[in-house]
T-cell receptor
Framework: GNSVTQMEGPVTLSEEAFLTINCTYT??????LFWYVQYPGEGLQLLLK?????DKGSNKGFEATYRKETTSFHLEKGSVQVSDSAVYFC?????????????FGQGTELSVKP | DAGVIQSPRHEVTEMGQEVTLRCKPI?????LFWYRQTMMRGLELLIY????????DSGMPEDRFSAKMPNASFSTLKIQPSEPRDSAVYFC?????????????FGQGTRLTVV
């Protein structure tokens, strides 16, 4: 079946540290891959995405590369800030002609300390 | 556009009562998703609709849960009867699939507490 697996949290870092959150997926066909972020008390919002192999999505200093050979889409940021504290979700969506289902990983909570 | 609108934002109800959660998707979007979020199980897809038709309801936990989308601008998720283990945050999301990489937009969620 189709699924997304993320590294477990919580992840606690000091400000300006390097961040990696691992994400791997299983999918039939050719999914698009996403990272969503959820700030406390809010819904999810799109952080970045990639639609085909070797694409790199980037936004707000975060980036992730679609690796088909390792079925991965790891999230990275070179220098985190306190304001990056949130829950991060990796997700995939199947093409519309395969149903368009949007599937999330379990989420990884990030806490950045000053 | 005001985004995806969910109501109510908070709901506290007694076990056994019927609960109805409401969602207004973004105008023009033709895919709608209902998710449930808990600490134990994370974000679970309950059901999703394309063009008002339920496509996959395999995530609906049991017969106590039902969802409808009578038109393109409104959907409901009903729990009858409610139980304490239904306590969670329920999110609605909508999208307009245009090919690869279509983004889903989420509402603020409804926090349901069943006592």
């Amino acid at each position: 079946g189709n699924s997304v697996t993320q590294m477990e949290g919580p992840v606690t870092l000091s400000e300006e540290a390097f961040l990696t959150i691992n994400c791997t997926y299983t999918a039939t066909g050719y999914p698009s891959l996403f990272w969503y972020v959820q700030y406390p008390g809010e819904g999810l919002q799109l952080l970045l995405k990639a639609t085909k192999a070797d694409d790199k999505g980037s936004n707000k200093g975060f980036e992730a590369t679609y690796r088909k050979e390792t079925t991965s889409f790891h999230l990275e940021k070179g220098s985190v800030q306190v304001s990056d504290s949130a829950v991060y979700f990796c997700a995939l969506t199947l093409p519309y002609n395969q149903g368009g289902k949007l599937i999330f990983g379990q989420g990884t909570e990030l806490s950045v300390k000053p | 556009d005001a985004g995806v609108i969910q109501s109510p934002r908070h709901e506290v109800t007694e076990m056994g009562q019927e609960v109805t959660l409401r969602c207004k998707p973004i105008s023009g979007h033709n895919s709608l998703f209902w998710y449930r979020q808990t600490m134990m199980r994370g974000l679970e897809l309950l059901i999703y609709f394309n063009n008002n038709v339920p496509i996959d309801d395999s995530g609906m936990p049991e017969d106590r849960f039902s969802a409808k989308m009578p038109n393109a601008s409104f959907s409901t998720l009903k729990i009858q009867p409610s139980e304490p283990r239904d306590s969670a945050v329920y999110f609605c999301a909508s999208s307009f699939p245009r090919g690869a990489g279509t983004e889903a937009f989420f509402g603020q969620g409804t926090r349901l507490t069943v006592v």
